[in-house]
């Protein structure tokens, strides 16, 4: 972990400005284009369940977590995860990671899904989702649809489709 004076915080609404620059500068245009991104956009992000990386009064990251349902089973759609490109490969990314998974297994949440890097995101417990069992509205490298348990067996049975 870095030793920089990282403060990790819920996001409030003062924030999104600078969270919406922070995914600009991060992902760039395409990211409207993304499926992931066009299921967040019909329902907004859990704001409690949401955090930023300050260093300082520089926002330097941000998570967001949002609710969906996995057919009819409740779970959390995870992301974006962005870190500004001079912060990355410090710990803040992953600092975010434990903050927000801990805050929604903490609110009773069992269940979260991805669109990200296996070997990244398997580190906090995502395994890749058996090919045709989970799907979105929208082109997502099977390979990249990932899924962890907040509790154990809360992937057991689950199928279906990912919506808001």
Known sequence: MTELPLTIAIEIPDDDAAVDRLHERTFGPGRFARTAFRIRE????ERALSFTARVGTMLVGSLRLTKVKIGATPALLLGPLSVEPPFQSVGIGGRLMEVALE???????RLVVLVGDEPYYSKFG???VP????TL?????PARLLVAELSEGAFDGV???VGA
């Open 159 to 161: 199928s279906g489709m």
């Open 42 to 45: 019909q329902v907004g992000h």
């Open 131 to 134: 090919q045709g069992r989970v």
């Open 103 to 109: 805050a929604a297994r903490a609110a009773g949440h």
């Open 126 to 128: 995502f395994r890749r």
């Open 137 to 141: 509205p929208g082109p997502v490298d």
